[in-house]
């Protein structure tokens, strides 16, 4: 049995790493070091973590990998341009979506929402099958009897993540944490339990994309989840 295994040295360093990573990877994102800015040295970012060096050195190279920082020997780490980071990554969209002011990157997510989702739809409508339109059926039905808001939310995320399946195609597939992190963020911002007319409407919207899928009208798909991507938004942006 490994150490890792065994909750030994393994376990340590990379539970100590996943912390440093988390803590200077929002410390990144929020604009505490800003673009081009030299972060700590090791010695100091170790002292700083309580941390040996070597799981400095660990949680260097997960940010580096995720394009936050660059470093280069003699010179140090700095920051790269945000335009650069890897916004595709989960922690790197987690970080922005905690952001105070979240608005800039909720207004990208969104933009980019608009071009995948509707065209996922389109060719979902083009390849699903009666069974998946069925199980997707069964999610939409999901979306009016959740028990609480968490349950909806979770729904919600299976019905958009399935839609990105049945499309066919792996680049949209690969996208749902895209998703994820826009649903979060929209279960966040809803403070309050929808009425009654809003939830029928919500599901309604839902269910508009089911029908099309499953009658193969793929425009008609594609509008139907342009118009329930641009409901969230406007709740989304108007908090």
């Not at 309580?50 to 660059?70: D, H």
Request: contains cysteine; glycine residues 6%; proline residues 3%.
């Amino acid at each position: 049995m490994t150490f890792v295994a065994t909750g030994g040295l393994g376990s340590q360093i990379g539970n100590h790493t996943d912390q440093v990573v988390e803590q200077l990877g929002r410390a990144i994102v929020s604009g505490e070091y800003p673009p081009e800015t030299m972060i700590p040295l090791d010695p100091d970012l170790s002292e700083m973590f309580n941390v040996s060096r070597t799981v400095v050195r660990e949680a260097k190279k997960t940010l580096i990998a995720k394009g936050l920082i660059q470093s280069k020997a003699k010179v140090g780490t700095h920051v790269r341009p945000s335009s650069e980071w890897n916004m595709f990554d989960p922690d790197v969209l987690r970080w922005h979506s905690v952001l105070k002011n979240a608005r800039p990157f909720l207004e990208d997510l969104f933009e980019i929402r608009l071009i995948f989702e509707p065209a996922a739809a389109e060719q979902a409508a083009k390849r699903a099958t009666d069974a998946e339109c069925a199980a997707l059926g069964k999610l939409c039905d999901d979306l009016s009897t959740g028990q609480d808001r968490a349950a909806v939310a979770v729904a919600d995320l299976e019905f958009h993540k399935m839609v990105l399946k049945l499309s066919g195609n792996r680049f949209l597939q690969s996208l749902g944490d895209l998703v994820q992190t826009a649903l979060y963020s929209l279960f966040i911002a809803e403070a309050n339990e929808r009425n009654d007319q809003e939830t029928h409407e919500f599901v309604a919207r839902h269910r508009a994309i089911v029908t099309a899928i499953a009658n193969g009208d793929a425009e008609a798909a594609s509008e139907a989840m342009r118009a329930v991507i641009l409901a969230g938004r406007k709740i989304e942006l108007s908090t």
